[in-house]
T-cell receptor
Framework: AQSVSQHNHHVILSEAASLELGCNYS??????LFWYVQYPGQHLQLLLK??????LVKGIKGFEAEFIKSKFSFNLRKPSVQWSDTAEYFC???????????FGQGTTLQVKP | SAVISQKPSRDICQRGTSLTIQCQVD?????MFWYRQQPGQSLTLIAT?????????ESGFVIDKFPISRPNLTFSTLTVSNMSPEDSSIYLC???????????FGQGTRLTVV
């Protein structure tokens, strides 16, 4: 069965620290890749997406992610986090054959001011 | 892009009753899905809503508990049947038109079962 695994469940960083959140998926076929953010009490918001082409994609709020096909990974990065980045982050993989979007377990990021 | 209207936005229901959630999209879309987000959890796919035929359910979800209808390309309903407190969650409708496009989500229905 297809699955998405996020390595870090809870990350605590100080402001200005660098961030990297891991995401791996298990599926051998063609996929679209996404990172979503959910701020406390709010709805999902799309951070960035990868469909094809340059494996390094840039999203909103200074986030970027790199697709490494050989590793089935799509890690999220930000050079310098802010207190306002405190949120839940979800990696998601769309299986193109079915259109299904499968979510990882989520990572809670807490940024200390 | 697609604009999704999901109703109701929230409800408090008695155990043993059923609630039907509606999802209306402003354009014809190929694929519609229903998700559940339990408190403090990620999104779990319940089923794919198929137009004019029975929905395709994911492991752990059954039609008797979560009957789904999709009479056309812009509308779907999800019913949460014989509710228990464990069904308290946010239920979300999601649509996508084709590959290599993003998925769009409704605002969700926050269900509390007492």
């Amino acid at each position: 069965a297809q699955s998405v695994s996020q390595h870090n469940h809870h990350v605590i960083l100080s402001e200005a620290a660098s961030l990297e959140l891991g995401c791996n998926y298990s599926y051998g076929g063609t996929v679209n890749l996404f990172w979503y953010v959910q701020y406390p009490g709010q709805h999902l918001q799309l951070l960035l997406k990868y469909f094809s082409g340059d494996p390094l994609v840039k999203g909103i709020k200074g986030f970027e992610a790199e697709f490494i096909k050989s590793k089935f990974s799509f890690n999220l990065r930000k050079p310098s986090v802010q207190w306002s980045d405190t949120a839940e982050y979800f990696c998601a993989v769309r299986i193109l054959a079915t259109g299904k979007l499968i979510f990882g377990q989520g990572t809670t990021l807490q940024v200390k001011p | 892009s697609a604009v999704i209207s999901q109703k109701p936005s929230r409800d408090i229901c008695q155990r043993g009753t059923s609630l039907t959630i509606q999802c209306q999209v402003d354009s014809q879309v190929t694929m519609m899905f229903w998700y559940r987000q339990q408190p403090g959890q990620s999104l779990t796919l319940i089923a794919t809503a198929n137009q004019g035929s029975e929905a395709t359910y994911e492991s752990g979800f059954v039609i008797d508990k979560f009957p789904i209808s999709r009479p056309n390309l812009t509308f779907s309903t999800l019913t949460v049947s014989n509710m228990s407190p464990e069904d308290s969650s946010i239920y979300l409708c999601s649509v996508t038109d084709r590959v290599n496009t993003e998925a769009f989500f409704g605002q969700g229905t926050r269900l509390t079962v007492v």
